[in-house]
């Protein structure tokens, strides 16, 4: 089992994954459509993609976490 301390990041590399790969393959479809070689053209998009959004989750998630703070009702 991961430790605790460990699930922001986690967090941030399962979230980014997963919207990377299907803001790509929307990207990667509308781009060649259903091309003969398709799955490497989005697999590539997609570890192009998760390099930046890596990161980029890591840095905005602590912003986003207290904007929603900000915006919801407490109690």
């Given at each position: 089992m991961i430790p605790k301390k460990y699930g922001a990041a986690l967090f941030s590399l399962i979230l980014s994954g997963l919207m990377s790969f299907m803001v790509s393959g929307i990207a990667t479809f509308r781009a060649a459509g259903f091309a003969p070689d398709f799955i490497g053209l989005w697999v590539?998009?997609?570890l192009t993609a998760w390099l930046f959004a890596f990161p980029a989750?890591?840095?905005v998630s602590p912003l986003a976490r207290r904007m929603v703070g900000a915006l919801v009702a407490k109690g």
């Open positions: 590539g998009a997609w989750v890591m840095l």
